[in-house]
């Protein structure tokens, strides 16, 4: 087996007949493969669509779980059963196309160890997620910790070696493209042009959205743990020197005694940080 393609699915039965073949005809011309589909907890007939795909062709393979429990343990869940020697992740919307797979192949061969794919237009998308998009890598690139290149997502081809290394890792609230820039393997980009949705709407609504967020910014930086001991450095100097200032102006008859002790009650307050 030489490619494993990796499909998360989440209620996509609108949009599943239009990528499916769209796939297959890429992937036909390229030799030996899997296609692994792992159905989200889907709620509409996604699972029992992706159930008739494998009866009829024996390249498809299917993993279901219990209930929703999101995209990148969906698309870890794929890695862990893949057997391919290259690994290449895409969803199934088609806003990632599966026409620029031969080219991540390409890169592969010639020695990359992943292949990521970086939008230069990203079509259809509003111009509120296009601005939460710039400022969240904008974000990224403040708080510091391992580069992730911008306007890129999970769509990717890794080396076996690369899958294997990040399946064992032990993280819990997984952040794929960060755990891959993370991991030091060679990475080179693909340009392409980001498609609208072919059909349906986007499952990612904005509590996910937020949250993978959030995996990203903590999990990759270590400064947002920072930020409370100095934010408590600074309160903790700040009482201090009004403490001080306080007891000197009160002892002079200038200050009532009052601020004195709400002075060292806002030390107090400050030892809890």
Excluded at 126 to 149: C, D, E, N, R
Excluded at 154 to 168: G, Y
Excluded at 222 to 241: C, D, E, Q, V, W
Aim: aromatic share 10%; hydrophobic share 40%; charged share 25%.
């Amino acid at each position: 087996m030489k490619y494993s393609v990796i499909i998360p699915a989440f209620n996509e039965q609108e949009v599943l007949p239009l990528s499916y073949p769209r796939l297959k005809k890429v992937m036909d011309k390229l030799g030996g493969y899997e296609l692994i589909y792992v159905d989200d907890g889907s709620r509409d007939d996604t699972l029992i669509m992706l159930k008739q795909l494998a009866k009829k062709d024996k390249k498809v393979k299917v993993l279901s779980f219990s209930r929703n429990f999101g995209h990148q343990e969906a698309v870890s869940a794929g890695m862990a059963k893949s057997t391919g020697s290259a690994v290449i992740i895409i969803d199934c919307d088609l806003q990632d196309p599966p026409e620029v797979i031969p080219q991540m192949i390409e890169k592969w061969k010639q020695g990359a160890d992943i292949v990521y794919g970086q939008r230069t237009k990203r079509k259809g998308e509003s111009v509120f997620k296009k601005l939460t998009a710039w400022v969240y890598y904008k974000t990224l690139s403040l708080l510091g910790g391992q580069p992730i290149p911008r306007n890129t997502g999970d769509f990717r081809l890794i080396d076996r070696k690369v899958c294997d290394a990040l399946n064992a890792m032990p993280e819990k609230n997984r952040f794929l493209r960060g755990m891959s820039a993370w991991s030091g393997f060679t990475a080179v980009p693909i340009l392409f042009e980001r498609d609208e949705r072919a059909a349906g709407q986007t499952k990612y609504s904005m509590g996910k959205m937020l949250k993978l967020a959030g995996d990203g910014v903590t999990s990759f930086s270590n400064r947002p743990l920072k930020l409370p001991l100095y934010f408590g450095m600074f309160i903790g100097f700040s009482s201090t020197a009004y403490l001080i200032v306080s007891i000197v102006l009160s002892c002079m008859g200038t200050w009532a005694l009052s601020h004195v002790l709400f002075a060292i009650v806002f030390m107090l307050i400050s030892a809890l940080f």
